[in-house]
């Protein structure tokens, strides 16, 4: 009976022992995301897709979700700063709107306070109206806008974001002063969709990743996109096409928690490199419209260093600083 029992615990043994080489070896548990902003936004969009595409590459067990939105996603960039310290499984979505946000408001805290991770893709801005709006064409709207500048409302992201500091640029390609320019402010994509789709706002602007599954519904009608130059899966003529030199794209990318050791970094910045492979986050680059570019650490925090230089002297050349 002993050998028998001694026989077992040795297979007992030898299972336990190859279960572990097969589980995968995941490099996070549950990743906890900042989103900056509200639910449906920008950085809530790209928090849930590389949080599904990280468990998908198994670098994560699990995923949650915080929204904290409001100063161009500076409250969250505090909310999250002060209570992850030494976490490497906490993650803040960030972009060139928190960068642009921090200029203005000059918060206690600002990205300096976190670890950078990685930028992930760049996106670029459409401008659309509703189905029903009389504007049938780019034309169709710069005309009027030129004519009566007060009577266009422009909704988008906060106040100094990408979204703003792109209208007020085509504002002055046109003539039109800065102070003419009706911008309305919101804190997320969800709350500005819903007020466009309603007909308070005359123009839309933002991301494609945002906007698309109106656009494709026929509920928004694109009249131009802010990109270099055309966007596969967009149709629609870029501004520069049109006659104006004016590009209005976002990055959005990753900070992790302050003191990190340097093991922990490059753990997170593998793992969230790793979920950019997966297929996932391929679909999602597709259907968005995204661009990769994928910058980690180091390099990663001297471009937004840069970042903080260009976003400040261009807030300051359309009036917004």
Request: charged letters at 20%.
């Amino acid at each position: 009976m002993s050998a028998m029992i001694h026989r077992f615990s040795r297979c007992m043994a030898a299972g336990l022992t190859a279960a572990v080489l097969v589980a995968p070896a995941f490099a996070l548990d549950t990743v906890k995301f900042m989103a900056p902003g509200s639910v449906g936004g920008g950085y809530d969009q790209t928090a849930r897709v590389l949080g599904k595409a990280m468990v998908e590459a198994n670098t994560a067990k699990s995923v949650t979700f915080e929204n904290k939105g409001g100063a161009g996603g500076t409250l969250g960039l505090a909310q999250f700063a002060n209570s992850t310290k030494g976490d490497p499984n906490a993650l803040l979505v960030v972009g060139a709107i928190m960068v642009a946000g921090i200029e203005q408001n000059k918060p206690q805290i600002s990205l300096k306070d976190v670890t950078p991770i990685a930028r992930l893709f760049t996106e670029y801005n459409v401008i659309a109206v509703r189905k029903e709006s009389e504007f049938k064409t780019l034309d169709d709207l710069i005309k009027a806008f030129k004519d009566k500048p007060t009577s266009i409302t422009w909704g988008g992201g906060s106040k100094g974001s990408v979204d703003h500091i792109g209208i007020a640029e085509l504002a002055g390609k046109l003539d039109v002063p800065v102070n003419k320019v009706n911008y309305v402010a919101f804190g997320g994509g969800g709350e500005v969709v819903a007020q466009a789709l309603g007909g308070q706002l005359k123009v839309i602007t933002g991301g494609y990743a945002e906007l698309g599954q109106y656009i494709k519904t026929g509920q928004f009608r694109v009249l131009a996109i802010g990109a270099p130059e055309r966007v596969p899966g967009i149709d629609a003529p870029t501004l520069k096409e049109s006659g104006y030199d004016v590009i209005i794209g976002n990055w959005r990318g990753v900070y992790g928690a302050a003191g990190l050791t340097p093991e922990q970094r490059k753990e997170v910045i593998d793992a969230v490199v790793a979920a950019t492979n997966s297929k996932v986050w391929q679909d999602n680059i597709q259907a968005n419209a995204w661009t990769p570019s994928v910058l980690t650490g180091d390099e990663f925090g001297k471009f937004v260093e840069e970042e903080h230089v260009r976003l400040r002297a261009m807030l300051v050349k359309v009036g917004l600083l």
